[in-house]
């Protein structure tokens, strides 16, 4: 099963602890595999970051992550931290599909991470895009004062809502009957 426990699409919920205890006694009576894709775990600036369901059972819970949002997509660089009961399979898996794997990169990318600059990169980029989502969010509803939501969370999956106004405020402006 695949799932984005922290941020479901296409309203950005979060699953709840009683859902989440519900998927891993499922998972762990059939002995199934989860696999958890925390796509925007690293810019969540709307509310406080939800632990990774992995966190909770790293046996039956496959994390995968990349910086494809937070350095550069043509990176294709990410990871798959799996339990230990799959990782033969999943290593086997990996090598059949092709054997273009990055060498250089990767090596540059742990180098990054291990110095603690992917760190310091995601929390000054995360506050600058938080940042930014205020202003935006504060712009719109100026353009548009019956918009309801707050800033929207990150990938921007959560709709707004509007509400039509009774009467157009050019028609006030111009005097227009209506």
């Known amino acids: 099963m695949l799932l984005t426990p922290a941020h479901q699409f296409p309203t950005g919920a979060v699953l709840s602890p009683e859902r989440r205890t519900e998927l891993l006694r499922w998972a762990d009576a ?7 894709d925390d796509y925007d775990a690293e810019y969540r600036y709307d509310r406080a970051p939800v632990g990774a369901l992995q966190g909770l059972r790293p046996d039956l819970v496959a994390h995968v992550g990349s910086v494809s949002k ?22 086997d898996a990996r090598g059949s599909l092709d054997h273009g794997l990055p060498a250089l990169e990767q090596l540059a990318l742990a180098d990054f991470i291990t110095r603690g600059a992917y760190d310091r990169h995601l929390r000054r980029s995360g506050a600058r895009t938080g ?4 202003r935006c969010s ?4 100026r353009g548009c004062p019956a918009r309801r939501s707050a800033a929207p969370p990150p990938a921007c999956t959560s709709p707004s809502t509007y509400r039509a106004p009774t009467k157009p405020r050019w028609s006030r402006r111009a005097g227009a009957p209506g």
């Open 30 to 36: 059939r002995e199934a595999l989860i696999i958890e």
């Open 70 to 91: 937070t350095l550069a997509p043509a990176l294709r660089l990410g990871w798959l931290i799996a339990p230990a009961a799959w990782r033969a399979r999943l290593f």
């Open 131 to 134: 940042a930014a989502a205020t």
């Open 138 to 141: 504060r712009h719109s509803r």
